[in-house]
């Protein structure tokens, strides 16, 4: 009695992921944050370059409001100003790159935390543009109208699919 031959193996195939398709929506409230940083940037290195403009229109406004104190202590007030409006400004713009990063790799929490941070970005843009007054802050104001413009375009139905982890390809 002989054995029947037995048949060869079935061959396994590998597993293979699924690929989310990112919507356009998703891609345009990227590229929409990345300008605004990118107008962040350019006014801040623009307003640096003409530092000593801005210094000096501060401290006028320091000088006027604040007569009565010695002029190492305006002095002061205006390098505390300076240093808080301008790194306010840095942090505030590695946080979007940080929220941004983590909204394109579908991170639901990350919308909302860029539209907090987008009234953040405006309320310091006005202050900044407004108190130190540079032609280049204004970019400031810009780009905060540019981040409203993302945000509202993140909330949309096109791009809640990809919060929610759906539109499989």
Do not use: C
């Not at 590229?31 to 403009?53: E, F, H, P, S």
């Not at 990063?101 to 860029?114: H, T």
């Amino acid at each position: 009695m002989t054995r029947p031959a037995v048949p060869p193996r079935p061959r396994l195939q590998r597993w293979q992921p699924v690929e989310r398709v990112k919507p356009q929506a998703v891609k345009a409230v990227v590229w929409l944050w990345t300008a605004a940083v990118v107008l962040q940037v350019a006014g801040y290195l623009l307003a640096l370059i003409d530092v000593r403009q801005v210094r000096a229109g501060l401290a006028a406004e320091v000088a006027q409001r604040f007569p009565a104190e010695a002029a190492v202590t305006q002095e002061r007030v205006v390098v505390a100003v300076l240093a808080l409006l301008l790194g306010a400004g840095l942090l505030l713009m590695l946080l979007e790159l940080g929220f941004v990063v983590a909204l394109n790799r579908g991170k639901r929490w990350a919308r909302a935390a860029l539209a907090l941070l987008t009234g953040v970005v405006l309320v310091h843009a006005v202050i900044v543009a407004g108190g130190l007054r540079s032609v280049f802050l204004a970019g400031l104001v810009v780009a905060g109208g540019i981040a409203v413009v993302a945000v509202v375009v993140s909330f949309r139905p096109a791009a809640r699919v990809w919060f929610r982890g759906g539109a499989k390809a």
